[in-house]
């Protein structure tokens, strides 16, 4: 109160400065409250768990890096093995779906984007697996591919298309995409429902063929969006589960075709018997680096561009 | 010029028939197999109308309400799923807006740091997040099907990546006039942000209407089970299940997404720049 | 047709007040002042009273720790037709009025596996009363997770060995305690077509047991007219333990020692595999119930349960017999069984106990019901009744020698060895992966695992 002028409009610069310092944590606190809570404290904690030997039951053991060491460095041992087996069908599963999955929904919005007649009912038509749950995916999908009494047997089809390999890899993602692709789908039409039309018909006045058009203009004008869809794609399909489980496994009793990591994870976390929730964990971190370098790399060769 | 147009718009058209027959084609088998009985599905093959039509499949769901209560499953689900719309729409665009348009220090390194945080497979974590859940006292309440998704990052990254694409341009000529930080969100970028955020409620909705893991080790009251994981009930335990049951619920479960989903196309094909122009 | 309609129509509204409400949300949330944390909490609280309120309390007054005190929640994973039938148990012992109502709380197996680990460590909603697999329940006894079942004992003295299957009774039995209560014994054996058997292997039945010879025998007549013999790659691991306990092998030696590359598990998978390379078997990959189903199939190894799903095919005359053996000299069944335990809990009170033995009880002396559900019922309670020795499955309570044949894996450690097994199994059959070396790497996983425990 007794203060000057001058003081006082120090103070208010002062709180001013203060409140606009806070500013930014009243748009992103309430956020990052919750994801403290319920992403970070369970990630910290898996994290600290796979230092340990545990069967989620009794008190955990501490193993320091032991788990890390038998799963990356112990040839012999059977979390080595797995693991190896499991990160070589999931790298399979990334290289080969992550470019259908981007490339086949980019595709069909930039078709969906010229407006064709009846593109709603079409659009509506595509998006409507994404809809359906994975386990019903899988059933109609292994009742679309047997031999004796699918589809595929109307077309003479002799081999058994989930267990023979090469098809279980074509048939893999063919569903996986036929399932997925509607998100990334919806999320390009809504990009490129943005792109000005002036742009395009500039260009079109100036002879750019439609490809030329859609290099230089829809492209560019999309790439933030195309930049989410592909590190949320190939993280995705890093942590593929689903589709190969309901896909390949072979009736009661019988092990899927396709073993990836998260499926070599979950039965040591949650499988028949005792958990091995450690060596479990540490699969899961080292996965999750991995997941990180890749969706580095992009996001450093994405900024690179700009 | 204008034939030019033409011709592309037909043969987009022919190439999206003939993928979309293809795409449907599953569905249509699921659907009208859901129409079959069990003894045509396992003994005669393969084929896609049914020789005799049944709607006893879907009696069998509709009316086993004491097991399966599925017109309560139903409204819990959707009172789930709208929740989860509607609060993710808020936090996201609040939270995306903070991380794209926003300056403070280190922004872009928190942002990329929580980014990769929740990149990391979750297969572990309903263990410690069981816990959490239960410290708030959230088992068997719909809270917990609520607010823990709320923390995830994508859709943040979603609408970050499409807010980044709007220019600095409309920031600074509602900054000049004199627009707080608050009015500029809601009057100048929010509007424009409408067709993805549509995009977000669809995605958070379809995400909690499908979602059958969690519920089911959440909730152990049949009736304030989501839909989904309800339904889930109803297959058989050691896999001799039947195929016309699961199939007729996965077309019934589909029925809201998909409502949602036409609702939805309107609005997230609002061109996003046509009322960047109006402003601008 | 209306009432569909009318639902449409429900969604519809709901759909459009989504939408509705998610653009007033955003127009008129909190004003620009006020603290973000604190808007989402005081939406967070709304939302809660909202559930309160509304959709989820509605109808249902209990409230959550009310429903737990008067009743007792017992956890099971009979999603299948089964469900009905242990619903119509606990609804018949509901209506004696007991002093706690049993709550009957469904989910699929693999959940109800995974939420006992997830419930014991936050140490709520531990359920009073659940339903678990004998081959679970020495793991779960050597963890610590299980309560002596003697109080219940105690309070209903007919629950004892003698009203029960002797052989299910004492997997639940450790150092002479009791820690689990059987419910039933799914014996997986060998299902049949009788048209099939009858066109392609006539006698072959007459003694109840079908052997390899006859088998080897069997499979150029079917095959020529495209007809499966014996599809082994489907519950083809209970016919190899069948099999090799024929020659006096477990699938351990001791507790720690997985006997899955000795000399009789690997004559076993040899001789089912002969069976396949015969052309005896299905292909990799074929949906074998359904082959069964379609009349394809002469046999099938199946469990019991599946009763219900082959008595749904209108035209399927089908039965159910002994798992294949060597030779008519010995042969077993192997079995799964559901089993009463109670989860370790402080809050279980006696009184709650006493419940829980009426319960049981009244399951014991009803078990008809249970038997309607395809199962064997482990209480001898309905071995006299008509509409009991009707059904298949009464097979394998027929005589002495046949019940005795049935075997459980209860090992502390057949998880692993399960888990190990099922990996390499098909791969084994049908030649991906040479015997000796699958059956040295299960052997291998199962010794890790092991370890790992150690």
């Known amino acids: ?306 | 010029m204008k034939k030019k147009t033409r011709a592309s718009r037909w043969a987009s058209c022919t190439i999206l028939t003939l993928v979309a027959a293809v795409w449907v084609l599953p569905i249509v088998w699921a659907v009208f197999t859901s129409f079959k009985t069990e003894t045509e599905i396992k003994t005669k093959g393969f084929g896609f109308l049914p020789k005799v039509w049944t709607t006893e499949n879907y009696i069998n769901i509709l009316q086993n309400t004491d097991n399966a209560p599925i017109v309560r499953w139903f409204l819990n689900s959707m009172f789930m799923a709208v929740t989860v719309a509607v609060l993710s729409i808020i936090i996201v665009s609040l939270t995306a807006y903070g991380y794209s348009r926003l300056k403070f220090k280190y922004r872009d390194q928190l942002f990329y740091t929580i980014m990769a945080i929740s990149l990391f497979p979750s297969v572990i974590n309903i263990i410690p997040l069981y816990k959490i859940i239960s410290v708030f006292d959230w088992v068997n309440n719909a809270m917990a099907m609520i607010i823990p998704g709320l923390g995830a990052v994508t859709n943040i990254f979603l609408v970050r990546q499409f807010s980044l694409g709007i220019p600095k341009e409309f920031d600074e000529a509602a900054r000049i006039d004199g627009a707080g930080e608050w009015r500029i969100f809601t009057m100048v970028i929010l509007p424009m942000l409408k067709p993805v955020l549509t995009v977000v409620a669809l995605f958070s909705f379809t995400s909690v209407w499908n979602d059958f893991l969690w519920p089911t080790i959440v909730f152990n009251d049949v009736e304030k089970m989501p839909l989904t994981a309800g339904l889930q009930l109803l297959q058989g335990a050691y896999g001799g299940f039947q195929l016309g049951p699961i199939l007729a619920a996965a077309c019934i479960a589909m029925i809201p997404t998909f409502l949602l989903y036409l609702f939805a196309q309107k609005y997230f094909l609002q061109s996003m720049s046509l009322s960047a122009g109006v402003k601008g | ?454």
């Open chain 3, 1 to 454: 047709m209306i009432k569909k309609n009318g639902k449409i129509g429900l969604s519809l509204c709901l759909t459009a007040a989504l939408m509705a409400g998610t653009f007033a949300g955003c127009g008129n949330s909190a004003d620009a002042e006020s603290a973000k944390t604190a808007a989402v909490k005081e939406t967070a609280e709304k939302v809660n009273a909202d559930v309160q309120d509304g959709v989820v309390k509605s109808g249902d007054d209990a409230s959550d720790e009310g429903t737990s005190e008067n009743e007792i929640e017992f956890w099971n994973f009979f999603t299948g037709p089964d469900g009905d039938n242990m619903k119509a148990m606990v609804e018949g012992f509901n209506a004696t009025n007991p002093k706690y109502r049993i709550k009957n709380v469904t989910m699929a197996s693999g959940d109800l596996y995974t939420k006992i680990p997830t419930v014991v460590n936050s140490g709520k909603g531990i359920p009073d009363l659940t339903i678990v697999d004998v081959a679970r329940i020495p793991m779960f006894y050597a963890q610590g997770l299980l309560e002596s079942m003697k109080p219940v004992l105690d309070a209903a003295p007919e629950i004892k060995k003698e009203n029960y299957k002797a052989a299910v009774w004492d997997t639940g039995t450790f150092d002479g305690e009791q820690y689990a209560v059987p419910l039933d014994m799914g014996v997986i054996g060998v299902a049949y077509n009788k048209d099939l058997v009858e066109q392609y292997a006539p006698g072959v039945l007459d003694d109840n047991l079908i052997t390899i010879d006859e088998i080897k025998e069997i499979i150029p007549k079917a095959a020529e007219d495209g007809i499966v013999t014996i599809p082994v790659s489907f519950f083809g691991y209970e016919q190899a333990l069948s099999l090799a306990k024929q020659e006096g092998a477990e699938l351990f030696k001791d507790e720690t020692t997985p006997n899955i590359n000795g000399p009789e598990f690997a004559k076993a998978m040899q001789t089912l595999k002969e069976i396949v390379d015969l052309g005896g078997c299905s292909d990799e990959g074929e949906d074998n119930l359904q082959l069964f189903m379609a009349g394809e199939a002469i046999f099938c190894p199946d469990g019991v349960w599946d009763a219900n799903a082959l008595n749904a095919i209108e035209g399927l005359n089908w039965g159910i017999t002994n798992s294949i053996c060597y030779n008519t000299d010995t042969f077993y069944n192997f079995a799964n069984s559901n089993q009463f335990v109670m989860l370790k809990n402080d809050a279980r009170s006696d009184e709650k106990e006493k419940t829980i033995a009426q319960f049981l009880e009244y399951v014991r002396q009803n078990t008809l019901e249970w038997a309607r559900s395809g199962q064997v019922p482990a209480s001898s309670a309905a071995d006299d009744e008509a509409e009991y020795k009707e059904m298949n499955q009464h097979f394998f309570v027929s005589t002495p020698e046949i019940e005795e044949s049935i075997q459980f894996k209860n090992y502390k450690y057949t998880g692993y060895a399960d888990d190990a097994i099922n990996k390499v199994f098909g791969d084994i059959l049908f030649g991906n992966i040479d015997l000796e070396e699958g059956l040295n790497q299960a052997q291998k996983q199962v010794e890790d695992n092991i370890a790992q425990n150690q």
């Open chain 1, 1 to 306: 109160m007794k203060k000057t002028g001058t003081g006082n409009t120090d103070k208010n610069k002062r709180s001013r400065k203060a409140k606009g310092r806070l500013l930014p944590f009243a748009f992103i606190g309430p956020h990052l409250i919750l994801f403290t809570i319920f992403v970070l404290i369970p990630i910290i904690y898996g994290l600290v768990i796979s230092f340990t030997r545990w069967d989620f039951i009794n008190s955990p053991v501490w193993a320091g890096l032991e788990n890390y060491r038998e799963i990356l460095f112990n040839r012999e041992s059977t979390y080595h093995i797995q693991f190896m087996d499991g990160l070589k069908n999931t790298l399979l599963f990334v290289v080969l779906n992550v470019p259908v999955s981007i490339l086949v929904p980019l595709l069909f919005a930039l078709l969906l984007n010229m407006k064709p007649r009846g593109s709603k009912i079409f659009q509506s038509i595509l998006y409507l697996p994404t809809l359906f749950s994975i386990s019903a995916v899988g059933i109609i999908w292994m009742q679309m591919l047997n031999k004796r009494f699918g589809l595929i047997s109307m077309f003479g089809v002799k081999h058994s298309v989930t267990t023979t390999y090469p098809y279980v890899w074509i048939a893999l993602i063919i569903m996986s995409v036929w399932w997925t692709m509607g998100t990334n789908m919806v999320i390009y039409q809504a990009a490129l429902s943005g792109v000005s039309k002036d742009l395009y018909e500039s260009a079109e006045l100036d002879g750019a063929g439609a490809l030329k058009r859609i290099w230089y203009i829809a492209l560019p004008s999309i790439r933030f969006q195309l930049l989410y869809t592909l590190v949320i794609t190939v993280a995705g399909s890093f942590n593929v589960y689903g589709q190969p489980l309901m896909l390949t496994q072979q009736g009661v009793g019988g092990a899927p075709k396709v073993n990836v990591l998260i499926m070599y994870i979950k039965n040591l976390a949650f499988g028949s018997g005792q958990s091995i929730a450690g060596m479990a964990s540490a699969m899961a971190i080292i996965l999750g680096a991995f997941i990180l370098v890749v969706s580095f790399i992009q996001f450093r060769l994405v900024s690179k561009d700009e």
